[in-house]
């Protein structure tokens, strides 16, 4: 028997395959630019080899179709046309092997040139794959009930199915074998959390600020009142669920916000991830932490990783600003990232990468795609990307390097057809075999 999911153009796999099309269609600069030059070295080579058949039918009409012939074959652009889409396809294939697939013709000229790379934290420099540590009561009614905890689980995952977030994931597994309520209005606010009605009574479920309303009630009387404690739980980050109830003011009735448990969740470093960041410091590359948790826990993983700087509780416009401001700069920035909040910045950053089994929206957003998960592929696609770009400048200059030494020999009836078929060849094969080098890269 075989459970069908998705259709075949929805799945994993539809969507790489669309992603290649998309950029195998689409040509690099390097790539454009070389088809420019040898356009113009064409044209030109062209208009020389009828002055040459005039020259030499005056001279001596017996040669004059031989050298023609030898000045068109010594300066064929076969090495120019190869010098860029040969390196470009061998260092593709690299990067695949190292888990690394471009999904955009620019991905391996731009990652060449980047002074900055800006991370996402859940799920790009942790795992993404939270566990559910403790819950705490915050409501002494509910405290008092020992079926309480399971009941707020239930309502919490109730409010985060659908959702594709690492902490949704981690609570509905939490909640595995509980009967989840039936929600309606379900609302989800980038950046913040979760909001719909269960029962009748609105709930919501995110960090401290969006959950009790603290941007809009300025006399909350528990966002700042919360005592959320990660060190004490030992947890990485936090997440309150809380619901509306109607307060009677001297005036009218006045909609309040009530915290009923705090779900604490650890999510661990990715083992490589300092590692890479001490690699890119190497390198000069500056790196960034960008993320919409609000913890400050997320600041300290980015002083423990050794981050030039770390921005947390950010909105998806936020990073988007970030990124801007560090172009304005003159800075050229690689966005790593995972989540639907990503998409943004993924696509505003000169060029981003995703990880494997993140958002749909993400991967499409980004040029380049991690596919095993494991972030030290950007050393890897940065080594390879520099190396291309020598290699294509090596293979530049000597493509036209022998035909700019082989033209005036040729023109003067030096070398005939024959030598230059063979100089022609094996002008070819020297780009071929220094592009090849790539594959030890």
Same mark, same amino acid.
């Given at each position: 028997?075989?459970?069908?999911?998705?259709?075949?153009?929805?799945?994993?796999?539809?969507?790489?395959?669309?992603?290649?099309?998309?950029?195998?269609?689409?040509?690099?600069?390097?790539?454009?630019?070389?088809?420019?030059?040898?356009?113009?070295?064409?044209?030109?080579?062209?208009?020389?080899?009828?002055?040459?058949?005039?020259?030499?039918?005056?001279?001596?009409?017996?040669?004059?179709?031989?050298?023609?012939?030898?000045?068109?074959?010594?300066?064929?652009?076969?090495?120019?046309?190869?010098?860029?889409?040969? +390196?470009?396809?061998?260092?593709?294939?690299?990067?695949?092997?190292?888990?690394?697939?471009?999904?955009?013709?620019?991905?391996?000229?731009?990652?060449?040139?980047?002074?900055? /790379?800006?991370?996402?934290?859940?799920?790009?420099?942790?795992?993404?794959?939270?566990?559910?540590?403790?819950?705490?009561?915050?409501?002494?009614?509910?405290? !008092?009930?020992?079926?309480?905890?399971?009941?707020?689980?239930?309502?919490? +995952?109730?409010?985060?199915?659908?959702?594709?977030?690492?902490?949704?994931?981690?609570?509905?597994?939490?909640?595995?074998?509980?009967?989840?309520?039936?929600?309606?209005?379900?609302?989800?606010?980038?950046?913040?959390?979760?909001?719909?009605?269960?029962?009748?009574?609105?709930?919501?479920?995110?960090?401290?600020?969006? +959950?009790?309303?603290?941007?809009?009630?300025?006399?909350?009387?528990?966002?700042? #009142?919360?005592?959320?404690?990660?060190?004490?739980?030992?947890?990485? #980050? !936090?997440?309150?669920?809380?619901?509306?109830?109607?307060?009677?003011?001297?005036?009218?009735?006045?909609?309040?916000?009530?915290?009923?448990?705090?779900?604490?969740?650890?999510?661990?470093?990715?083992?490589?991830?300092?590692?890479?960041?001490?690699?890119?410091?190497?390198?000069?590359?500056?790196?960034?932490?960008?993320?919409?948790?609000?913890?400050?826990?997320?600041?300290?993983?980015?002083?423990?990783?050794?981050?030039?700087?770390?921005?947390?509780?950010?909105?998806?416009?936020?990073?988007?600003?970030?990124?801007?401001?560090?172009?304005?700069?003159?800075?050229?920035?690689?966005?790593?990232?995972?989540?639907?909040?990503? !998409?943004?910045?993924?696509?505003? !950053?000169? /060029?981003?990468?995703?990880?494997?089994?993140?958002?749909?929206?993400?991967?499409?957003?980004?040029?380049?795609?991690?596919?095993?998960?494991?972030?030290?592929?950007?050393?890897?696609?940065?080594?390879?990307?520099?190396?291309?770009?020598?290699?294509?400048?090596?293979?530049?200059?000597?493509?036209?390097?022998?035909?700019?030494?082989?033209?005036?020999?040729?023109?003067?009836?030096?070398?005939?057809?024959?030598?230059?078929?063979?100089?022609?060849?094996?002008?070819?094969?020297?780009? /071929?075999?220094?592009?090849?080098?790539?594959?030890?890269?």
């Amino acid at each position: 028997e075989m459970l069908v999911t998705a259709l075949p153009e929805d799945s994993q796999m539809g969507l790489i395959d669309r992603l290649m099309n998309r950029a195998m269609s689409e040509k690099p600069k390097l790539a454009q630019q070389a088809d420019k030059l040898a356009r113009w070295f064409v044209a030109r080579i062209l208009v020389l080899s009828v002055l040459v058949f005039i020259g030499w039918y005056i001279v001596d009409p017996s040669l004059a179709i031989w050298a023609t012939v030898a000045v068109l074959v010594a300066t064929c652009p076969c090495a120019l046309s190869l010098a860029t889409p040969i +390196a470009l396809t061998v260092a593709t294939n690299r990067l695949a092997s190292y888990g690394f697939l471009t999904t955009r013709g620019h991905t391996l000229q731009t990652l060449a040139e980047i002074t900055h /790379v800006a991370f996402d934290k859940t799920g790009t420099l942790t795992y993404g794959k939270p566990n559910l540590l403790n819950i705490e009561l915050l409501n002494a009614q509910a405290s !008092a009930h020992a079926d309480s905890q399971d009941q707020l689980l239930a309502i919490a +995952a109730a409010l985060e199915v659908g959702s594709r977030h690492p902490i949704a994931q981690a609570l509905l597994t939490a909640a595995y074998q509980l009967h989840l309520p039936a929600t309606q209005n379900l609302q989800h606010y980038p950046a913040g959390g979760v909001e719909a009605i269960v029962d009748g009574v609105l709930y919501r479920i995110g960090h401290a600020d969006f +959950a009790m309303d603290a941007a809009h009630d300025d006399t909350s009387s528990s966002a700042q #009142s919360l005592n959320i404690d990660l060190i004490a739980h030992r947890a990485s #980050s !936090a997440v309150v669920l809380s619901c509306q109830s109607l307060t009677k003011s001297s005036e009218d009735t006045v909609p309040n916000w009530q915290a009923l448990a705090c779900f604490y969740f650890n999510d661990k470093v990715r083992d490589s991830a300092k590692a890479t960041l001490d690699s890119l410091k190497q390198l000069g590359i500056e790196s960034v932490m960008l993320t919409g948790d609000p913890s400050p826990q997320a600041l300290v993983i980015a002083d423990t990783l050794g981050m030039s700087a770390a921005y947390n509780g950010l909105s998806p416009t936020d990073k988007v600003n970030h990124i801007q401001q560090l172009q304005s700069k003159g800075a050229v920035v690689l966005m790593v990232g995972d989540g639907i909040n990503d !998409a943004p910045v993924l696509a505003a !950053a000169d /060029v981003s990468t995703s990880i494997a089994g993140a958002a749909d929206l993400a991967q499409v957003s980004s040029d380049s795609i991690i596919l095993n998960g494991q972030v030290e592929g950007i050393n890897a696609a940065k080594r390879i990307a520099d190396k291309t770009e020598r290699i294509i400048k090596q293979n530049f200059r000597w493509a036209l390097g022998y035909n700019g030494i082989v033209l005036l020999p040729a023109i003067f009836g030096y070398v005939p057809p024959w030598l230059a078929a063979i100089g022609m060849s094996l002008s070819s094969l020297i780009v /071929v075999l220094n592009a090849l080098r790539l594959k030890r890269a």
